[in-house]
């Protein structure tokens, strides 16, 4: 799995995981960025 990194700000560290799935483009997990609370959706397949 990619390490997390938040798209928005860069921040390293995640406060939550809201949710997880999959789509068209593989599973996925969504992580709530600690730092501005900004959703970045991570595919495992990445």
Do not use: L, P
Not at 36 to 43: K, L
């Amino acid at each position: 799995m990619k390490r997390f990194q938040c798209e928005e700000c860069g921040c390293y560290r995640y406060a939550d995981i809201e949710g997880s799935g999959e789509d068209e483009n593989g599973e996925f997990t969504a992580y709530v960025c600690e730092d501005c609370c900004h959703i970045t959706v991570i595919y495992e397949n990445d």
